[in-house]
């Protein structure tokens, strides 16, 4: 369902260029972008994934002479002296994985207070409590895709967050570029980054038991930055130099004793995910659908609805819980899962509170903090019995986008009750069991601002931070 009004987002951070179909034109897209509007000919566009982990490319904009001056500029400030031969380049295309996932954190520390008299005097004694802190954050890794080449990182560092990338094409690699092969699988880059984070656990001492650090939900893609391998000759041999496309940054130099540019080798192209962009019109009536993300539109020429994702448990009937004096209110959309056997006791003991509910209720729009979502998935779960449903019909400007679709929301769903599980036990025995739903609604509540919260326009009891909502 599109949202009342689109809220201007600012630019930053992780984008990707593609063309309009309609004009030709150059679109930039956030990386969880997948409806936009084109700036040039107005035409509304859809994004489609690939099923497999798409790739990107990273041109370079450094050229020969500032190829030398950046070196030179090193040198100089290293005491040595500047290039004086031909410099000879290998251009090249490095891959990594970038991986972007939910990682769920547990740490056991002893909390110590000081006993005090009524007149503030210390006791001389302490009191000792164990606390379990366990939180879900977003987790983003960066681990080399290619075979190891002296001087090139391992990983991208934060600055994979803040690139502007070209889907991967022939037409995209620049001239004098070549692309290194993918040798390293995703399941075993994926298996890296885990490791890594759990190896974090072990840098914080757990006071008691064992801290975990676990990811959930991983998103994959392949990102290729230009490497610019350089070399000089001298009375000295051979100088090399690992030179960043982008930044022009000397990342590494040493010396040798022969040439081994010409040695790297080229290896076979690999086929990878393709984005895909199309016009995203009503299939209906054919009218432009409104340029905001969501994974349900209702079309408000013929209101016909439109999911962008298949799902088997979702079902057509679109519930609302409204209140009359709730008329302009926004409309926030959750995903309420009903549950059988195990799953349906085991929300009850967890979420159920004193109405014994039996169904999960996930928000289905983004939160920019993961502990938010799983407090609000708490609350909610916890009110399902007190709403007074009925199905929604027709067009509503007042209903805010569907952002998160039934599949992730699944997903996370079993890591929220993974959460809940180790915050009643005060440990985590690791893994989130899926949650199996029978069927899947969406359902619509009213929500006002009061201060710096949300509150549920019908119990006046459920809320959540207004600047949690990820625009």
Not at 322 to 334: I, M, S
């Amino acid at each position: 369902m599109q949202t009342a009004a689109a809220t201007a987002k600012k630019k930053q951070g992780f984008f990707i260029e593609v063309g309009c179909p309609g004009c030709g034109g150059a679109l930039e897209l956030k990386d969880d972008f997948f409806v936009l509007g084109c700036n040039h000919c107005g035409s509304v566009l859809r994004i489609t994934m690939p099923a497999v982990p798409p790739a990107y490319v990273v041109r370079s904009g450094i050229d020969h002479r500032e190829l030398r001056f950046r070196i030179d500029r090193h040198l100089k400030e290293n005491g040595l002296p500047l290039t004086s031969s031909q410099l000879h380049v290998k251009r090249i295309y490095y891959p990594y994985w970038k991986i972007d996932a939910v990682v769920l954190k547990v740490r056991n520390r002893i909390e110590s207070r000081e006993i005090t008299g009524e007149d503030g005097e210390s006791q001389g004694e302490t009191i000792d409590t164990r606390k379990t802190d366990i939180s879900l954050s977003p987790y983003t890794m960066t681990l080399a895709a290619g075979d190891e080449v002296d001087g090139v990182p391992a990983m991208l560092g934060l600055r994979s967050q803040y690139l502007k990338l070209l889907p991967y094409s022939v037409d995209n690699v620049q001239d004098d570029f070549h692309a290194m092969p993918v040798i390293r699988p995703w399941e075993t880059a994926f298996e890296s980054a885990s490791s890594s984070a759990r190896g974090t656990s072990m840098i914080e001492l757990a006071a008691f038991g064992r801290n975990t650090t676990e990811l959930f939900m991983p998103r994959a893609s392949i990102v290729y930055m230009p490497i610019l391998l350089t070399e000089t000759y001298g009375p000295g041999g051979v100088t090399r130099y690992v030179v960043d496309g982008v930044t022009g940054r000397v990342l590494n130099h040493e010396q040798r004793q022969e040439r081994e540019v010409e040695r790297l080798e080229q290896g076979q192209q690999i086929e990878f995910g393709k984005l895909g962009v199309d016009f995203h019109r009503c299939g209906n009536c054919g009218v432009d659908l409104p340029p905001v993300q969501s994974y349900i539109y209702v079309c408000s020429n013929c209101f016909h609805v439109t999911y962008l994702e298949h799902h088997e448990q979702v079902t057509r009937e679109i519930l609302v819980a409204d209140d009359p004096g709730a008329a302009n209110d926004g409309l926030y959309p959750f995903w309420a899962m009903s549950l059988d056997g195990e799953d349906q006791a085991a929300v009850k003991r967890l979420f159920g509170g004193i109405y014994d509910s039996d169904v999960l209720v996930v928000p289905a729009f983004r939160m920019s903090n993961f502990e938010s979502v799983y407090r609000l998935t708490r609350r909610m779960s916890s009110a399902w019995p007190k709403l007074s449903l009925a199905e929604m019909s027709g067009f509503d400007r007042r209903a805010v986008a569907a952002t998160l679709g039934p599949t992730e929301a699944q997903v996370l769903a079993g890591v929220v009750v993974a959460r809940e599980r180790a915050a009643r036990r005060n440990q985590y025995d690791g893994g989130a069991e899926p949650v199996r739903p029978r069927r899947i609604n969406l359902m619509y509540l009213p929500f006002h601002p009061q201060s710096y919260f949300m509150v549920d326009s019908v119990l006046q009891t459920v809320t959540f931070e207004k600047n949690q909502i990820s625009q």
